[in-house]
């Protein structure tokens, strides 16, 4: 089992920035970062690898900077030129497995409880 806290959400305008984190409980070999709006499916923005591998979402590429401290067991989001089609609830998630579809909810294993970020206009 993996425990994952996530904060670092919050309120700002557009064009702001925030920096998410997650504690994990230890070490995954996959980590990575997705968000859900009301009444939407839950997507993926960006994953890491133990390699150090990345992958981000068209919508924020750019924008977005996943990132992880192994010695800390934490994971990174840094949030760049916010827009409002940003705001959502985003979660950490986590995976034991490398060869993984990166963006693919399905594909982890462990949750964390979210933390809201609200971008206005």
């Known amino acids: 089992q993996v425990q994952l806290v996530e904060s670092g959400g919050g309120s700002v305008q557009s064009g702001g920035s925030l920096r998410l984190s997650c504690t994990a409980s230890?070490?995954?070999?996959?980590m990575g970062w997705f968000r859900q709006a009301p009444g939407k499916e839950r997507e993926g923005v960006a994953s890491?690898?133990?390699?150090?591998?990345?992958t981000y979402a068209d919508s924020v590429k750019g924008r977005f900077t996943i990132s992880r401290d192994s010695a800390k067991n934490t994971l990174y989001l840094q949030m760049n030129d916010l827009k409002p089609e940003d705001t959502a609830m985003y979660y950490c998630?986590?995976?034991?497995?490398?060869?993984?579809?990166?963006?693919?909810?399905?594909?982890?294993?462990?949750w964390g409880q979210g933390t809201q970020v609200t971008v206005s206009s």
């Open positions: 998630a986590a995976s034991d497995r490398l060869s993984i579809r990166p963006l693919e909810p399905n594909a982890y294993d462990y």
């Open positions: 890491i690898k133990s390699r150090g591998i990345t």
């Open positions: 230890r070490y995954t070999t996959s």
